[in-house]
């Protein structure tokens, strides 16, 4: 795995923001409880933290962003299983429950776990975790945000950035543990990202999810200083031609 320091291509939003982006809002977003949770750097540094049940809603609160980083999956296929997944278990190994299997688009067209199995089974030839099936109505949410016109949304793993940030070693310990959580944001405070104590509405928001968001903000202002790398490069593509992968 490339380190931080790693030679990327830049990405698009580097190549519209120019010298602007150093000076550039950057923000991660991850799913949570009732919704999502957004975390703003600017200059790299914590700049505030916001909450809403719905992502379009967030997204309009945030109009100095140049990148959006969304820990969800952004861009299906029309067939087979995405290359993004399968490169970022290689990133988390051995901790590859981690990272969940993204199966074609008609999977998630199905209004149920079994008819999308089925699906999946039909076009894969492997069933459908429960799982992946779990992410359905944000995976859904998000795409439809960047499908709708909002191209600074790029998909992101915060257990990727944070092997990252950790010299391409994943970190250990889960992020629901106290050993985790005290990892994370010491890998965050390396970055200079310093979660403050009061974060408003969105401290109500489980703590891994707003480390989450941090870690997801941390791989949005380097897509915008054009540092990030992508898994794969160059990304897959959608039948319309939007990127398919995941920035760290």
């Given at each position: 795995?490339?380190?931080?320091s790693a030679s990327p291509r830049?990405?698009?939003?580097?190549?519209?923001?120019?010298?602007?982006?150093?000076?550039?809002?950057?923000?991660?977003?991850?799913?949570?409880?009732?919704?999502?949770?957004?975390?703003?750097?600017?200059?790299?540094?914590?700049?505030?933290?916001?909450?809403?049940?719905?992502?379009?809603?967030?997204?309009?609160?945030?109009?100095?962003?140049?990148?959006?980083?969304?820990?969800?999956?952004?861009?299906?296929?029309?067939?087979?299983?995405?290359?993004?997944?399968?490169?970022?278990?290689?990133?988390?190994?051995?901790?590859?429950?981690?990272v969940f299997p993204v199966p074609?688009?008609?999977?998630?067209?199905?209004?149920?776990?079994?008819?999308?199995?089925?699906?999946?089974?039909?076009?894969?030839?492997?069933?459908?975790?429960?799982?992946?099936?779990?992410?359905?109505?944000?995976?859904?949410?998000?795409?439809?945000?960047?499908?709708?016109?909002?191209?600074?949304?790029?998909?992101?793993?915060?257990?990727?950035?944070?092997?990252?940030?950790?010299?391409?070693r994943p970190v250990a310990w889960?992020?629901?543990?106290?050993?985790?959580?005290?990892?994370?944001?010491?890998?965050?405070?390396?970055?200079?990202?310093?979660?403050?104590?009061?974060?408003?509405?969105?401290?109500?928001?489980?703590?891994?999810?707003?480390?989450?968001?941090?870690?997801?903000?941390?791989?949005?202002?380097?897509?915008?200083?054009?540092?990030?790398?992508?898994?794969?490069?160059?990304?897959?593509?959608?039948?319309?031609?939007?990127?398919?992968?995941?920035?760290?």
């Amino acid at each position: 795995m490339g380190s931080p320091s790693a030679s990327p291509r830049p990405s698009p939003a580097a190549e519209d923001a120019g010298p602007r982006a150093a000076a550039t809002d950057a923000v991660g977003v991850d799913a949570c409880p009732g919704g999502w949770v957004a975390v703003t750097l600017r200059e790299g540094r914590f700049a505030g933290a916001d909450r809403d049940a719905a992502l379009a809603a967030l997204l309009t609160r945030v109009p100095a962003a140049a990148v959006v980083a969304v820990d969800m999956p952004l861009g299906l296929l029309e067939t087979g299983w995405r290359r993004a997944e399968e490169l970022a278990i290689r990133q988390v190994a051995p901790h590859r429950a981690r990272v969940f299997p993204v199966p074609p688009r008609a999977v998630w067209e199905e209004s149920g776990y079994d008819a999308a199995n089925e699906c999946c089974r039909r076009l894969t030839g492997s069933g459908l975790p429960r799982q992946s099936w779990g992410l359905a109505v944000k995976l859904r949410e998000a795409n439809a945000c960047r499908e709708g016109g909002d191209r600074r949304l790029y998909e992101v793993h915060p257990e990727v950035s944070f092997a990252a940030m950790n010299g391409g070693r994943p970190v250990a310990w889960s992020k629901k543990s106290w050993n985790g959580q005290v990892q994370r944001r010491r890998l965050l405070l390396g970055q200079d990202i310093a979660l403050p104590e009061e974060l408003g509405p969105a401290g109500r928001v489980p703590p891994d999810d707003v480390m989450d968001a941090a870690a997801a903000a941390w791989s949005a202002h380097r897509i915008a200083l054009g540092t990030a790398v992508s898994l794969p490069d160059p990304p897959e593509t959608t039948r319309d031609g939007l990127p398919v992968a995941i920035w760290y």
